[in-house]
Each structure stands twice: as structure tokens, then as C-alpha cells.
């Protein structure tokens, strides 16, 4: 989906046009891929716009920098205030938001904490990651031959722009084959996550999903469908997975912020047949709460006027 420009970026501090908002070519983490990053959406409530659980996202990003020893020159109250004052001079009802700390213009060798520290806010209209009829039909999926990173090569516990590359391999592998999404495994074979979502599978009526030691991103979609089904009275298991725990499931679904809760259809080729009704169940709240609709869950609606 192209991107249609806003007004404005912030960057360091400061609103700066949107043509205006270019980097040089030196930028440290253009070439190494050493920045840190959030994915986060505003939605459009009777209230005005709300960014979804926008302290819990900032403080993920602090998280990935301290990982990789960032200093960040900007404490979570003001990139919470800075992400507000952007979706307002942007004038968005609903958005895509995207700040990301990056190792500037400065040396090119391999330690990046000599570069500068830069910090930037984008906000843009991102419809449905995985299709507009993603929500109701459910997409087909594949187990990539492309394997997770871990704990001890390049942390899944950080969100940092690098580790993109693997997910890219896998979504394009995917992508190429046929299919919407892959899902990846780690090295001893357990499911990890998708290449940009978290995976629950419904046995019995229990949901399960694998533990952050399986190497996914502790997402914060995962986390709020875990409250929103515990809630409801659903038990919610992590525990490893294997890619036929996906094939026999009753129901599965992918959960992210970008691509917000997706049935699975099918995994290499098992069909799971139309979404169930415990995804279905999950879906219908999730989606109210991200309208701010559910008053249990207020707290997770923060409103940028
Ligand atoms: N796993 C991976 C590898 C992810 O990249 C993401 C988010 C998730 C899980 C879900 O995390 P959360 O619920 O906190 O969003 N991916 C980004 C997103 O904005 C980038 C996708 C293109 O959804």
C-alpha cells in the first residue's frame, strides 16, 4: 500500500516537513541496522483519536534501547507528548505511528555508540496490513524454512530495525509461494511468531500461545487479547508449539498492530476452515476496545486531545 504523505515528521524535538524529513546517506543505521523502533496505531473514538496503549509502546522502545545501550536523548512523558503533538499537527483521525531511535551521521565503524543518537515520529493512514477482508476470511499461512533468531544472537526481546531481515526473508519466501503470512520457528523448532505478529492457537476452547522464551516479540496486541480472554473466562496457556499443534488447531489467529487480530486459514496447506467463534469472540471485544468502546479497558485508550 503506498504511503500518502502527512504535514509533518517530528525529529528531535522539533515538526519538520514532510519533504523536508531526509537523512543522510551516512546514517549510521541505514547501513548496520542499528535502530530501535515501535509500531503503534491511533484510532478514531467518539472522543477524538486515541493512540492504543502509547505509554506501553514508549516504554518497549526504552526497553530496545537499553538492550542495545542507547541513550535516548527524550524520557517516555515527552515521546508520549511528542507522538500526540504529531498525530494532532498532522491532523489524523486514525493512523499508523512509527517513531524510531537511529544511530546518525557520524563514524562508520561497527560500534554504534559513537554516532549520534536521532530520534523520529512518522505518522501515515495504514488500512488493514493483511487485507481488508483479512478480519472475516482469515489468511493463508505458511511455516517459513527461514528459522527465528534467539536469545543469544540477536535479542527478540528488543524491537530493533535489523532484525527485520529475517522477517523480511521469510514474508518474501511466503509471499512468493502463495501465501499471506509466514510463521517462524526457532532453532530447536518451536513456534516463535510470525514475521510480524504473535500466534495463539485454540485448543479445547483453551488458547494457547508460546512463551517470550520461545524467542517472539512480547507484543503488546498479545498482551491485551491474553487480559481480554482471561477476562472472559477463556484459560490462556504459553507454551511451545509445534507447527502441528497449528495444523490440528480448532482455531488460530495472528495478533499485531499493524495487522490487529487475523484468523489463520490455513498452514502449509491444512485448512482450519472459516474463523471460529473463540476468535471471533476475542476479535469483536478487541476491536470495540480499540474504538474505546469498552470502559474495562479505558485505561488502554490515551486520547492526544
Ligand atoms: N512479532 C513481531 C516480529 C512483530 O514485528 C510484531 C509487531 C509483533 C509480533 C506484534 O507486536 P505488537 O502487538 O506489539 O504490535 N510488528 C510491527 C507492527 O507494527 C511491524 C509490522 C509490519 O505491527
Redesign the pocket.
Known amino acids: 500500500m503506498p504511503i500518502t504523505p502527512t504535514k509533518y515528521v517530528w525529529m528531535d524535538g522539533q515538526l519538520v516537513e514532510w519533504e523536508k524529513a531526509t537523512i543522510h546517506v551516512l546514517t549510521h543505521t541505514l547501513h548496520y541496522g542499528s535502530g530501535v523502533f515501535e509500531?503503534i496505531r491511533a484510532y478514531e473514538t467518539k472522543r477524538g483519536p486515541a493512540v492504543f496503549r502509547l505509554t506501553d509502546h514508549i516504554q518497549r522502545l526504552k526497553r530496545s534501547s537499553k538492550i542495545y545501550m542507547i541513550d535516548v536523548p527524550f524520557g517516555v512523558e515527552q515521546l508520549v507528548e511528542a507522538t500526540k503533538e504529531t498525530v494532532r499537527a498532522n491532523e489524523m483521525k486514525s493512523c499508523y505511528i512509527r517513531p524510531i531511535v537511529y544511530h546518525g551521521y557520524g563514524e562508520m565503524g561497527l560500534n554504534p555508540l559513537i554516532c549520534p543518537v536521532n530520534v523520529a515520529i512518522i505518522t501515515w493512514t495504514w488500512g488493514a496490513?493483511l487485507g481488508d477482508d483479512s478480519f472475516t476470511k482469515g489468511v493463508r499461512t505458511m511455516v517459513s524454512s527461514w528459522r527465528r533468531y534467539d536469545h543469544n544472537t540477536i535479542p527478540p526481546a528488543a524491537?530493533a530495525t535489523g532484525q527485520y531481515l529475517n522477517?523480511g526473508l521469510a514474508k518474501v519466501e511466503a509471499v512468493k509461494s502463495g501465501y499471506d503470512e509466514a510463521i517462524m520457528l526457532n532453532a530447536e523448532g518451536y513456534i516463535a511468531?510470525?514475521?510480524?505478529?504473535?500466534v495463539f492457537v485454540v485448543r479445547d476452547g483453551v488458547l494457547l500461545t508460546p512463551p517470550l522464551s520461545a524467542g517472539?516479540?512480547g507484543?503488546?496486541?498479545?498482551d491485551s487479547i491474553m487480559t481480554i480472554a482471561r477476562d472472559m473466562g477463556i484459560s490462556v496457556q504459553e507454551t511451545n508449539l509445534v507447527r502441528t499443534d497449528l495444523y490440528t488447531a480448532d482455531e488460530a489467529f495472528m495478533?499485531?498492530?499493524?495487522?490487529e487480530l487475523v484468523p489463520i486459514r490455513s498452514v502449509d496447506e491444512r485448512d482450519l476452515g472459516e474463523p471460529g467463534a473463540v476468535t471471533k469472540k476475542i476479535q469483536e471485544t478487541f476491536f470495540a476496545c480499540l474504538r474505546g468502546e469498552v470502559e474495562k479497558y479505558s485505561d488502554w485508550n490515551e486520547y492526544v486531545a
Open positions: 509500531g496490513y524491537k522477517s511468531d510470525a514475521t510480524g505478529e504473535n517472539p516479540l507484543g503488546i496486541t498479545r495478533t499485531g498492530t499493524a495487522a
